[in-house]
């Protein structure tokens, strides 16, 4: 069964940096397109960082362009999300997941609480 741990998380001020890590279980994890993703209290989950599965190419929703940095380990089944000065409105619960994201591999999620 594929599962999928997030962790990173936590409470920050405005401006400051978090990093996200996402440890994949499975032997095909290195095969997979993975992403981020996030919801917020009362929004639609939404895309944040995508990459593909060799790490050649990422890509951004625009509001994170140029602030988060989205990259993987594949030796460690790991994905992480480097998160520089955020912002109150990038408080969410994260989510990594295959991307095009599966059903079946949402994993619980971290809570990022970013304050003003």
């Known amino acids: 069964q594929v599962q999928v741990v997030e962790s990173g998380g936590g409470l920050v001020q405005a401006g400051g940096s978090l990093r996200l890590s996402c440890v994949a279980s499975g032997r095909t994890f290195t095969t997979y397109a993975m992403a981020w993703f996030r919801q917020a209290p009362g929004k639609e989950r939404e895309f944040v960082a995508g990459?593909?599965?060799?790490?050649?190419?990422?890509r951004y929703v625009d509001s994170v362009k140029g602030r988060f940095t989205i990259s993987r380990d594949n030796a460690k089944n790991t994905v992480y999300l480097q998160m520089n000065s955020l912002k109150p409105e990038d408080t969410a619960a994260y989510y990594c997941?295959?991307?095009?994201?599966?059903?079946?591999?949402w994993g619980q999620g971290i809570q990022v609480t970013v304050s003003s």
């Open positions: 997941n295959k991307d095009p994201p599966a059903v079946d591999y």
């Open positions: 990459i593909t599965w060799r790490g050649g190419s990422t």
